[in-house]
């Protein structure tokens, strides 16, 4: 067109005289019906896929009754960052890869219908650039099209917990990590009902192959009350079809706090802590092995199994996780006589050798009053009724003490 009109300009500034409006459209037509490349159109587009995915570089010539003698492709990519020739296509020899062969490529065009279409699979980043198409026409020479080629790459998404420990100042809890994506990922933190009790950062970097890493931290002050917290690391991006969300629960860690011991049963006994991670129970006694035939231990629970003087002593509960660990200690007295025990458990508690704190607990109410009945009465014949006076205030264990204690007197 501008040719056109710059030609017309030319004429009628040369000939003014024959210069009339008439003569001026006429002058176009016959321009315009001369050059009938102009209408001649390449058509390309634009291409973006997952990596991995499969790519179509659409190319082909409309309006056109020229011959086709060649259609070339040409790329330019990162690794080659020069056009260079890559593959040609003839009518009769069909697609030929000019240096390397590389079958990831399929020509899937049509050269009688001037269709240079190509498929390109298992698509990877060095593959990311731009495509030229050339089509080698006659008589109007080469025409050709610009398709860019831009991959999606998505993340690989982590959550590493920082394993905070209990404390006043604020420390990282945890980072989420979107790695390697492209475009960049938007990654974000949802806390929820934490509010401004927690803080978050992002930051990223690209590396050269035009991946991005993007990391978002998690900071606050590692109390209590913030332990079992749910969160959510939100990651979007054109390389995903839908927002992925990785739930995350904040854990503040900490060592075994005060050990405690409870009668679970006249006879049995359960070590009782808390710790994150949970606490490991062992249950030892103080200057001697546990007697494997007398109590049974599993985790944090303690049985006895016979109730005799011989289980007399001191017996220590360790609770212990990765973060340290405690005692607690409990000292058992089997009374003899009829009432099958008395337990004094004495609770102390023990952190780095020093002690801290004891306690006292006075089980079985039922037990030491019938102790004092029998220190007053003494005898057998009494021993059964007043177990039996027991066995209605208590139930469960003492039934089967009842049942050993008749044998006995058998
Ligand atoms: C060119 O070939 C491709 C692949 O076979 C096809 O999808 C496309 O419709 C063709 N284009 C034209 C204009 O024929
Ligand atoms: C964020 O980036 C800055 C500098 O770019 C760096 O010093 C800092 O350690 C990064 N933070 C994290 C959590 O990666
Ligand atoms: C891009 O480069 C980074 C850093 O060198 C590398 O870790 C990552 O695997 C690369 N990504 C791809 C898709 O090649
Ligand atoms: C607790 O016990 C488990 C399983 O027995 C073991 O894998 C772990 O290492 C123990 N932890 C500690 C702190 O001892």
Not at 62 to 72: E, G, H, S, V
Request: charged letters at 20%; one cysteine or more.
């Amino acid at each position: 067109m501008d040719e056109a009109a710059f030609f017309c300009a030319n004429y009628c500034h040369r000939f003014p005289l024959r210069c009339d409006s008439m003569t001026r459209m006429l002058l176009m037509i016959v321009l315009l019906m001369s050059t009938d490349a102009e209408a001649l159109r390449v058509i390309g587009g634009n291409v973006k896929v997952v990596q991995g995915g499969t790519a179509m570089l659409s190319c082909y010539v409309m309006d056109t009754n020229d011959d086709l003698t060649q259609i070339t492709w040409q790329r330019r990519t990162r690794e080659k960052p020069h056009n260079d020739n890559f593959l040609t296509i003839l009518p009769r020899d069909g697609p030929q890869f000019v240096s390397e062969r590389d079958d990831r490529f399929k020509y899937i065009g049509n050269f009688n219908d001037k269709n240079g279409t190509l498929q390109l699979s298992n698509v990877a980043l060095k593959d990311e650039g731009s495509y030229t198409c050339i089509f080698t026409l006659f008589p109007s020479g080469n025409q050709k099209t610009e398709i860019p080629l831009n991959l999606l790459v998505p993340p690989f998404t982590s959550i590493k917990d920082n394993l905070p420990t209990l404390g006043t100042e604020e420390v990282l809890f945890a980072t989420c990590t979107a790695a390697g994506s492209k475009p960049p990922a938007e990654v974000r933190w949802l806390t929820g009902a934490l509010g401004d009790k927690v803080r978050t950062t992002t930051n990223s970097t690209q590396y050269d192959n035009g991946t991005t890493t993007t990391v978002s931290s998690l900071f606050g002050v590692p109390m209590r009350e913030i332990n079992g917290h749910q969160v959510q690391c939100v990651i979007s991006g054109d390389f995903l079809s839908k927002v992925e969300s990785l739930p995350f629960t904040i854990q503040i860690y900490f060592s075994p706090t005060e050990v405690n011991i409870r009668a679970k049963s006249e006879d049995s006994f359960e070590c009782v802590t808390e710790a994150n991670p949970s606490a490991n129970f062992t249950w030892s006694r103080s200057g001697q092995s546990l007697l494997q035939s007398a109590v049974k231990v599993d985790g944090a629970k303690l049985q006895l199994l016979s109730l005799t003087s011989d289980l007399n002593g001191l017996y220590q509960c360790e609770a212990s996780n990765t973060y340290g660990s405690k005692h607690g200690q409990l000292y058992v007295r089997v009374a003899s006589g009829a009432c099958s025990a008395a337990w004094v458990l004495f609770g102390v508690l023990l952190f780095l050798n020093v002690v801290g704190a004891a306690a006292w607990y006075f089980y079985k109410r039922g037990c030491f009053q019938s102790r004092r009945s029998l220190n007053q009465h003494g005898g057998k014949q009494h021993d059964t009724k007043l177990h039996q006076s027991v066995r209605n205030e208590d139930h469960g264990p003492e039934e089967e003490d009842l049942q050993r204690d008749q044998e006995e007197s058998l």
